[in-house]
């Protein structure tokens, strides 16, 4: 049994527990609520643990809400996204926004991150105009910086945030507990990206390599799932190879 299969197996116990159904009762309304407000939302999209929870709870609610998924240069060279958006079992309204940052030019890999730190925020703008509200898979538990900003409700619920533009974020999946995650990722079947099987629920996924994953061992766990992959980002970005 893999790390994934066991938290799974304690997940679909978890399901039948109150706090369990209170959450989910809690993220629902929290999203019908935010559907109300704006007339034009989209789910910012990761395929991440918690980011493919809301894919498929949106999906239930709303089926023609956009979801959007940042893909760069070595996003499928990071992970098996391919293998999950195909075994997605609801056919959403996706649309995957391509930024190349790397394959037209030599700079090092800061240089390049450095280049596109604006990427997510210009993502909606680019792919969806009239967008006035945004849907994130944060969680208080996953850093200071998100705890930080999923505590910033300024409104009568605390899982939504008003920008002095007028448009809103929400996120609905903050105060989930990994048995949350395991709980709807039992009871529901979802198929979730192959680098979970060696870290469990507490692994964190990137499409994009930034410095906190590299310093969090994202490519150690690469290397050791594919090294074809992380050899050919580090071939790119030789400084990568001393994390």
Not at 75 to 101: A, M, T, V
Not at 113 to 140: T, V
Not at 174 to 199: C, E, G, P, R
Request: include cysteine; charged fraction near 20%.
């Amino acid at each position: 049994m893999d790390k994934l299969q066991h938290d799974l197996k304690y997940g679909l116990v978890y399901s039948k527990t109150l706090a369990y159904k209170r959450n989910l009762e809690i993220t629902t309304n929290s999203l019908l609520r935010f559907f109300e407000i704006c007339s034009y939302p989209y789910l910012a999209l990761s395929w991440g643990k918690q980011s493919i929870i809301l894919a498929h709870l949106i999906f239930k609610l709303r089926p023609k809400t956009p979801m959007i998924f940042l893909r760069s240069w070595e996003s499928y060279l990071l992970h098996d996204y391919e293998n999950i958006i195909q075994s997605f079992p609801f056919s959403i309204n996706y649309h995957e926004h391509f930024k190349d940052n790397v394959s037209w030019n030599n700079w090092n890999w800061k240089k390049t991150r450095d280049y596109g730190s604006n990427d997510i925020q210009q993502m909606a703008d680019q792919c969806l105009i009239e967008w006035d509200g945004l849907i994130m898979g944060l969680s208080k538990d996953e850093s200071v910086a998100r705890r930080i900003t999923c505590s910033s409700s300024n409104t009568e619920w605390k899982t939504i945030f008003r920008y002095i533009s007028g448009k809103y974020r929400c996120t609905p999946i903050q105060f989930w507990t990994n048995n949350d995650l395991a709980a709807y990722i039992s009871v529901n079947n979802i198929q979730l990206l192959s680098t979970y099987k060696n870290t469990g629920l507490k692994g964190r996924t990137t499409a994009r390599i930034t410095r906190n994953n590299a310093e969090m061992n994202g490519l150690c766990e690469l290397k050791k799932e594919n090294i074809g992959n992380y050899n050919i980002i580090v071939n790119r970005f030789p400084e990568l190879s001393t994390y």
